[in-house]
């Protein structure tokens, strides 16, 4: 595989959200031109300590040479490790430790790697300080082990609750070797997330988790940080839901027989009906997608539509009252297992349009769920949130949204509203298949048929993601002002019942 050893522009990738911290070395990319399948992929690993060192003092380097003080020795306690810590969430994706255990790994890594990566030097001013053997910043790149790394699929056995370990007592770079990931253990997809993967079925849905970095660890005594937090499980408001940076049809809220192309796309079928659904929902306003059908071999069938997220992923859409569907074979449209006349047939070479709308109710609550009340769950050395759902709650909570509407459409004719009056609820663009076919989606913007967008006002499905970002945050930040507003208060009750012992003691 061809490389092009020079640094690239983000404008213009597909993986590239968010900060990109300089000089950091812990992940693979290949672009699209240097791809095998014309398709860019990403791969992140966990930085290793000599890594976040070897970040830390090229930008300690370059920083002085921008200010017109060219350095190149730093001192480990004075520069180095205030640098890691002022920048943990950008150099690696653990949970900021709350001791100085780590102080000692920097220590160990630096002098380790001596000759090979760092330099050493007793300043009579500084004293002891590192610097990098090759100080040309410009070299800096992943290794060349990097590109023989095999992208592989696959799934494993869930770890048991019991195992469950906090972040800073299974570490993959500080602790000792077991437990510590590999290389080839942390297989990630071309935008960054886990290749191995929980399925959502049965009831339980997965959500991946990240370190929330505006979530602070309350006091203790050491006593109690010692004892309590080695017994209890990882708390779930320490961490937050992991958005996909762009929308794209979702690998783990599918049925497993399903396959889903690498650019996550377009999926093709196997045997009996399998649904999946995208990354991105909407609660409200006007929105539209487009699939178009690649292929349908004699026998198969595909039911498209909009779904929510407790439709279960085994059946076509439209199965239950949470999912409504339009079928190919005599354009039936579904809800509830029950199938009406909507249209002529639909098949291979067709391009179907998707349109909702979903007006906004003040007695509704549109806040994207936390999950940081649910259990977290290792998994392949990823964190998910695991969510049990009462499908029977539900049901007996659905509310009829008045002047809400599903239509579908066709090469760009609209062939009517096809539901009235549907459930409130956040909706998921889906797919379900039947045998072999394919089916392609086309979340925006360029649309084959924008003209719809136009006569309906609607909004392309890709607007979503910038948006649902912000929901997210703000849901986050609400929920952690509640949950300090409680400790508060917790607080002060303890505080009064230790001002009326003193009374009664007194």
């Known amino acids: 595989m061809g490389q092009i050893y020079k640094f690239v522009t983000l404008n213009g990738t597909i993986w590239a959200r968010g900060k990109i911290h300089p000089f950091m070395t812990n992940y693979f990319f290949v672009c699209k031109y240097c791809s095998s399948n014309g398709l860019e992929r990403y791969d992140r690993d966990q930085a290793t300590v000599t890594q976040m060192c070897h970040c830390a003092i090229a930008n300690l380097q370059h920083t002085a040479a921008k200010m017109g003080l060219p350095q190149l020795m730093f001192n480990k306690d004075t520069d180095i490790i205030p640098y890691i810590e002022q920048n943990w969430e950008a150099m690696t994706t653990l949970p900021r430790l709350q001791t100085q255990s780590w102080h000692a790994s920097v220590l160990d890594s630096l002098t380790r790697n001596l000759t090979k990566l760092f330099i050493f030097e007793e300043n009579s001013v500084l004293g002891p300080c590192y610097g990098l053997v090759d100080q040309d910043l410009s070299v800096i790149q992943p290794k060349d082990e990097h590109i023989s790394r095999r992208f592989t699929t696959g799934r494993a056995k869930l770890s048991n609750n019991r195992n469950r370990k906090l972040p800073h007592t299974d570490q993959p770079t500080f602790g000792g070797k077991k437990g510590r990931p590999t290389v080839n253990s942390l297989r990630l997809m071309p935008l960054g997330f886990p290749r191995e993967f929980p399925y959502n079925k049965d009831g339980f849905k997965y959500i991946l988790a990240e370190p929330d ?120 449209k579904f809800t509830e297992s029950r199938g009406q006349h909507y249209s002529d047939a639909y098949g291979e070479g067709d391009t179907l349009g998707f349109l909702i709308n979903l007006p906004k109710e003040d007695q509704l609550d549109y806040r994207p769920k936390t999950y940081k009340n649910c259990p977290l769950i290792k998994y392949k050395s990823h964190l998910y949130y695991e969510d049990k759902e ?117």
Request: charged share 25%; hydrophobic share 35%; net charge neutral.
């Open 213 to 332: 970095p505006h979530a602070t660890v309350p006091e203790e005594s050491d006593d109690e940080s010692s004892t309590t937090l080695k017994r209890k499980p990882i708390p779930g408001w320490m961490y937050r839901v992991k958005l996909s940076p762009t929308l794209l049809l979702s690998l783990h809220d599918r049925a497993a027989r399903l396959k889903v192309t690498e650019d996550r796309l377009a999926v093709t079928g196997e045997r009996g009906y399998g649904m999946v659904r995208a990354t991105h929902s909407v609660n409200s306003g006007c929105w539209y997608f487009e699939i178009s059908i690649v292929e349908m071999p004699e026998g198969s069938a595909t039911r498209l539509g909009w779904g929510r997220r407790h439709s279960n992923l085994q059946t076509p859409l439209g199965y239950d009252k949470f999912g409504y569907s339009w079928r190919s074979r005599k354009g039936t």
């Open 390 to 506: 009462n499908i029977e709650e539900k049901l007996q909570k659905l509310y009829v949204l008045q002047g809400s509407r599903i239509e579908f459409f066709k090469n760009g004719q609209s062939q009517g509203v096809a539901f009235e009056n549907i459930f409130a609820g956040s909706y998921f663009p889906a797919i379900s298949i039947h045998k072999h076919a394919t089916a392609s989606i086309n979340f925006g913007p360029a649309f084959k048929y924008p003209e719809v967008l136009n006569k309906h006002n609607a909004r392309g499905m890709n607007e979503r993601v910038a948006e649902l970002d912000s929901e997210q945050f703000l849901a986050d930040t609400l929920y952690l002002a509640e949950l300090n507003q409680g400790r508060d208060k917790d607080r002060e009750v303890q505080v009064d019942q230790d001002q009326l012992l003193k009374m009664q003691f007194n």
